[in-house]
Structures are given as structure tokens and as C-alpha cells.
């Protein structure tokens, strides 16, 4: 546009202008705006599929443990559709299931599938339920080493319980006792629950001044009881106090 001195005719030549490209300036800006939109309702989309997607796999998850071997069909069929971290999460729970079973050579192969779809965050229970079949196969020392390769300190407690199966396993049963006994330290300090399991493997290799994990268990269920009560006096107080 020639630069104009006269207001009229800048004036002019704007309309001219606004006259001639105001249709391609209008249908850029309807189309972004509907791309905006389109954009926003695929990532609403999307969250709901992965909402869908997550409580399908924990419905599955409930299944394994309730119904073991006999769920592994429907569990199979999700697998089929999903070569994505959803698959890879319910392909390590079908790999325990397997493993009870002592079907180790699928329990290997929901390893390798975890492995080619899992995130890299997965890679820490990857490794344990691997060193559970290498140990499974008599693969002691591999087994150890998988577990030693494991850096995340939040899986620490879980690690030292399979150590103590491996030790279990090749009647090694102090070491196991040391194992078992560090788990269950470990969960203590953290204030987390001691599992049934736990408590049998090391009740099963106590020694002479060790403390009975079913009395650490029945003593954090009081601390937990205890607790909820003066939340739930404290609540009260706040509620009258209102």
C-alpha cells in the first residue's frame, strides 16, 4: 500500500483493502477457532479413554488375583489390543499368575511383553517379577544380580523380600532371615503395612530375640486404629467449633 497523506484516502484505500481479503481473514480465523476447539475435545477424548482404559486394567487386575489362571483368557484378549503401558502393566500380573503356576515359559513371555511396551518408570517391578522366574529356573546368582541392578529406593522393601525367597530357596535361611528382617524394618520405620506373606516367610526363620511379625503387625494395626480415632475426635471438635 503507497503511502497517503490525505486522511480521506487512506481511509479509502483501507476499505479497499478490507473489501478485497476480509473473506480469507475471516475463514483463518473460524478455522483456528475450530481447531482450538477440535483440539480441546480430542484432549478431553483422550483423558476419557485413558480413565476407560485404566479402570478396565484394574478390573482385570482384581480378577488375576480372585480367580488366578481362569481370568487369563480376558486378560489375554486386552493384551491383544493393547501393546501399550496399560498391556504392559496387566502383562506383569499375568506374569505372577503364571509363575504360581509354574508355567514359566509363559510367564517369560508377559516379561518380554512388559519389557518392549513398559515406560521406563515400570523397568524397577520389570526386574523383580524377572528375578522371581530366573530364581524359579534356578538361576540364583542372575537372579540376585537383577535385583541388585534395580536403583529406585521405593521398590527397596519389596527387593529385599524376593532376596529372602532366593535365599529360602537354597536353604541359605539366614540370609533369608536378614532379608525378611530388613523388609520388615524398612516398612516399619515407613509406617507402612507388613503383608501377610511377609509375616509367614519370616515368622517361618525367626531366631531367638527377634520380635514375631505377627505382633509388629497386630502393634501397627492399634497405632492405625488409634490414629483414625483421634482423627476422627479431632473432626468432631472442628465440626462443633464451626
Same mark, same amino acid.
Not at 524397577?124 to 529406593?153: C, F, G, H, M
Given at each position: 500500500?503507497?503511502?497517503?497523506?490525505?486522511?480521506?484516502?487512506?481511509?479509502?484505500?483501507?476499505?479497499?483493502?478490507?473489501?478485497?481479503?476480509?473473506?480469507?481473514?475471516?475463514?483463518?480465523? &473460524?478455522? %483456528?477457532? =475450530?481447531?482450538?476447539?477440535?483440539?480441546?475435545? $480430542?484432549? !478431553?477424548?483422550? /483423558?476419557?479413554?485413558?480413565?476407560?482404559?485404566?479402570?478396565?486394567?484394574?478390573?482385570?487386575?482384581?480378577?488375576?488375583?480372585?480367580?488366578?489362571?481362569?481370568?487369563?483368557?480376558?486378560?489375554?484378549?486386552?493384551?491383544?489390543?493393547?501393546?501399550?503401558?496399560?498391556?504392559?502393566?496387566?502383562?506383569?500380573?499375568?506374569?505372577?499368575?503364571?509363575?504360581?503356576?509354574?508355567?514359566?515359559?509363559?510367564?517369560?513371555?508377559?516379561?518380554?511383553?512388559?519389557?518392549?511396551?513398559?515406560?521406563?518408570?515400570?523397568?524397577?517391578?520389570?526386574?523383580?517379577?524377572?528375578?522371581?522366574?530366573?530364581?524359579?529356573?534356578?538361576?540364583?546368582?542372575? &537372579?540376585? %544380580?537383577? =535385583?541388585?541392578?534395580?536403583?529406585?529406593?521405593? $521398590?527397596? !522393601?519389596?527387593? /529385599?523380600?524376593?532376596?529372602?525367597?532366593?535365599?529360602?530357596?537354597?536353604?541359605?535361611?539366614?540370609?533369608?532371615?536378614?532379608?525378611?528382617?530388613?523388609?520388615?524394618?524398612?516398612?516399619?520405620?515407613?509406617?507402612?503395612?507388613?503383608?501377610?506373606?511377609?509375616?509367614?516367610?519370616?515368622?517361618?526363620?525367626?531366631?531367638?530375640?527377634?520380635?514375631?511379625?505377627?505382633?509388629?503387625?497386630?502393634?501397627?494395626?492399634?497405632?492405625?486404629?488409634?490414629?483414625?480415632?483421634?482423627?476422627?475426635?479431632?473432626?468432631?471438635?472442628?465440626?462443633?467449633?464451626?
Amino acid at each position: 500500500m503507497d503511502i497517503l497523506t490525505d486522511e480521506h484516502e487512506r481511509e479509502e484505500a483501507v476499505r479497499k483493502w478490507w473489501h478485497e481479503h476480509w473473506k480469507p481473514i475471516a475463514l483463518g480465523v &473460524a478455522i %483456528a477457532l =475450530l481447531g482450538l476447539v477440535a483440539v480441546r475435545q $480430542y484432549q !478431553a477424548y483422550d /483423558l476419557s479413554q485413558k480413565q476407560e482404559t485404566a479402570f478396565e486394567v484394574y478390573q482385570l487386575q482384581n480378577q488375576l488375583l480372585s480367580r488366578g489362571n481362569a481370568a487369563l483368557g480376558d486378560a489375554q484378549k486386552f493384551l491383544d489390543e493393547h501393546d501399550d503401558i496399560y498391556g504392559a502393566i496387566l502383562a506383569l500380573n499375568m506374569a505372577n499368575v503364571v509363575l504360581q503356576a509354574n508355567n514359566y515359559t509363559e510367564a517369560e513371555r508377559y516379561i518380554d511383553f512388559a519389557k518392549d511396551n513398559g515406560s521406563e518408570l515400570m523397568q524397577p517391578q520389570i526386574s523383580i517379577v524377572e528375578a522371581r522366574l530366573q530364581a524359579q529356573n534356578a538361576q540364583y546368582d542372575q &537372579a540376585l %544380580a537383577t =535385583l541388585d541392578s534395580i536403583s529406585s529406593d521405593a $521398590y527397596k !522393601a519389596e527387593i /529385599l523380600e524376593v532376596r529372602g525367597d532366593i535365599f529360602m530357596a537354597q536353604d541359605k535361611t539366614d540370609e533369608a532371615h536378614d532379608a525378611y528382617l530388613q523388609a520388615i524394618n524398612l516398612l516399619k520405620d515407613a509406617k507402612l503395612q507388613i503383608s501377610p506373606m511377609l509375616q509367614m516367610k519370616f515368622d517361618n526363620v525367626i531366631q531367638p530375640g527377634d520380635t514375631p511379625a505377627y505382633k509388629i503387625m497386630a502393634e501397627q494395626a492399634q497405632e492405625a486404629a488409634a490414629t483414625l480415632q483421634q482423627a476422627s475426635q479431632e473432626a468432631a471438635a472442628a465440626e462443633e467449633n464451626q
